[in-house]
């Protein structure tokens, strides 16, 4: 039994429905980049940003205001909305690979298989992997396809590609962080309906924690508990990966795996 193909085939429909939103946030953003860049916009920007507080910028990072007339800027600041959706899917990726089968009550077909439990847990992740850098591969393609349009002609297409492979490289980062994490969710909450609630909490609690990073100076730390803050899109473009970010993210990732793999082995099936 190819575990890999079965569990790739049973994420192909919700892997077509976040991508298809996504794309279409992408389109609407993307289109609105013409008005920005003829218009009055960055000024009124600028005066607005001016009144706010420098706490509240620098939690929403803002502290350092983008250009909305310059593409790389503007698609910086709001693709970090469509990594939310992303990270979110990423979690549920995660979340509900493990679980589902003893929700659904397939888990004495699985279970009367000649595959190891190490077996069955690594196709389902590999699998969980393969579908969300299928949703990575098409969002970046619309992506960079929508920024070719509204391109201005000054803009050169390689430093264009180059920020966006750094962007979505981050996305790609994070999400296998928050599918790690769902992962090991999977493996303790005892049914499917709650995957959807916890991760989607895990995650707006996470991002919370480094909004309070940003605001207040004393909770600073609290950002490296917050993997969204680990690869902000406007902070890529203008800096590059943080290597303590980059070795957080894979120390959870790994720590998360162990955990998720040592509880799955033990685990009494609700047959």
Not at 108 to 123: D, G, N, V
Not at 155 to 169: C, G, I, N, T
Not at 201 to 206: K, V
Request: hydrophobic letters at 55%; a positive charge; glycine letters at 6%.
């Amino acid at each position: 039994m190819n575990v890999f193909k079965m569990e790739f085939k049973k994420g192909l429909k919700p892997l077509v429905i976040w991508s298809i939103i996504c794309i279409l946030l992408m389109i609407l953003f993307l289109s609105m980049f013409p008005s920005m860049k003829d218009s009055g916009m960055q000024e009124l920007v600028n005066t607005k940003m001016g009144a706010m507080p420098p706490a509240l910028l620098e939690a929403f990072n803002l502290k350092d205001v983008p250009d909305f007339s310059q593409l790389n800027q503007y698609f910086s600041y709001v693709f970090q909305y469509i990594v939310i959706s992303g990270y979110i899917y990423a979690s549920l990726l995660g979340a509900k690979t493990l679980i589902k089968e003893e929700s659904e009550g397939t888990i004495e077909f699985l279970y009367a298989q000649p595959i190891s439990r190490t077996k069955l847990l690594t196709m389902k992740y590999l699998a969980a992997f393969a579908l969300f850098y299928v949703f990575i591969l098409i969002i970046g393609c619309a992506s960079i396809l929508m920024a070719l349009v509204v391109k201005p002609e000054d803009l050169e297409v390689f430093q264009l590609f180059m920020d966006f492979k750094l962007m979505f490289s981050g996305l790609f980062l994070v999400g296998i962080v928050f599918m790690s994490v769902g992962f090991l969710l999977s493996a303790l909450i005892p049914h499917l309906r709650l995957a959807m609630p916890l991760s989607i909490g895990l995650f707006f609690i996470s991002y919370i924690l480094g909004i309070f990073a940003g605001m207040i100076e004393k909770f600073k730390f609290f950002r490296y508990f917050s993997p969204f803050h680990y690869a902000v899109p406007s902070e890529l473009i203008k800096d590059g990966f943080d290597p303590i970010y980059i070795v957080l993210a894979l120390i959870i990732t790994a720590v998360s795996c162990v955990i998720s793999y040592t509880l799955y082995r033990k685990k009494d099936f609700r047959i």
